[in-house]
């Protein structure tokens, strides 16, 4: 079946550091790929996606770019601040319209200390 | 536009008890899907429902049943509660216009189970 795998943490930066949270996947047909971020006790929002091999999503300084050869779509962003402490969940959904819901990796904490 | 919302928001039942948990989509969104979110597991598809059927299901038992009314707003309802029921559940709408689609969450319900 689908899954995804991402690094759980907790990863604790510096603020203004450089931030990489990997994720891969493993899926049949072409699936589309997503970003989604959780804060202290609020529900998931979403943070990018990309819908096809190469496309990159990108949203308020993260990016992340889908690649169908190493099955993977790492999120990054140049310089991590305080507010950008949260969960972090990587997930994919089958396209074609197909209500499978979507499968998520385990999240990663990300702790930005000043 | 409202985003989605949960009621309630926090629940406390005792094992063997039953509960039933409501959301209520983003206007004109036909699909609603609902996860349940544990420490242990992490984040689980329990099942979808677009225009008041269930589309698909994942892997919980029959205790966890569904309904979606014309409305396209969603109940969950569990019963005979286990304590391993315990759990933040989230409900998240999507348009439904075929193809990929992007699921928005509510904030959730916590559940406890005692």
């Known amino acids: 079946g689908d899954s995804v795998t991402q690094m759980e943490g907790p990863v604790t930066l510096s603020e203004e550091a450089f931030l990489t949270i990997n994720c891969t996947y493993t899926?049949?047909?072409?699936?589309?790929l997503f970003w989604y971020v959780q804060y202290p006790g609020e529900g998931l929002q979403l943070l990018l996606k990309?819908?096809?091999?190469?496309d990159k999503g990108s949203n308020k300084g993260f990016e992340a770019t889908y690649r169908k050869e190493t099955t993977s779509f790492h999120l990054e962003k140049g310089s991590v601040q305080v507010s950008d402490s949260a969960v972090y969940f990587c997930?994919?959904?089958?396209?074609?319209?197909?209500?499978?819901?979507?499968?998520f990796g385990k999240g990663t904490h990300l702790i930005i200390q000043p | 536009k409202a985003g989605v919302t949960q009621t309630p928001r926090y629940l406390i039942k005792t094992r063997g008890q039953q509960v039933t948990l409501s959301c209520s989509p983003i206007?004109?969104?036909?699909?609603v899907s609902w996860y349940q979110q544990t420490p242990g597991q992490g984040l689980q598809f329990l099942f979808e429902?677009?225009?008041?059927?269930?589309?698909n299901k994942g892997n919980f038992p029959g205790r966890f049943s569904g309904r979606q009314f014309s409305n396209s707003r969603s109940e969950m309802n569990v019963s005979t509660l286990e304590l391993g029921d315990s759990a933040l559940y989230l409900c998240?709408?999507?348009?439904?216009?075929?193809?990929?689609?992007?699921?928005?969450f509510g904030p959730g319900t916590r559940l406890t189970v005692t």
């Open positions: 997930a994919l959904s089958r396209k074609g319209g197909g209500a499978d819901g979507l499968t």
């Open positions: 899926a049949t047909g072409y699936p589309s």
């Open positions: 990309a819908t096809k091999a190469d």
């Open positions: 206007s004109g969104h036909r699909s």
């Open positions: 429902y677009f225009s008041e059927t269930q589309r």
């Open positions: 998240a709408s999507a348009g439904g216009a075929g193809g990929t689609y992007e699921q928005y």
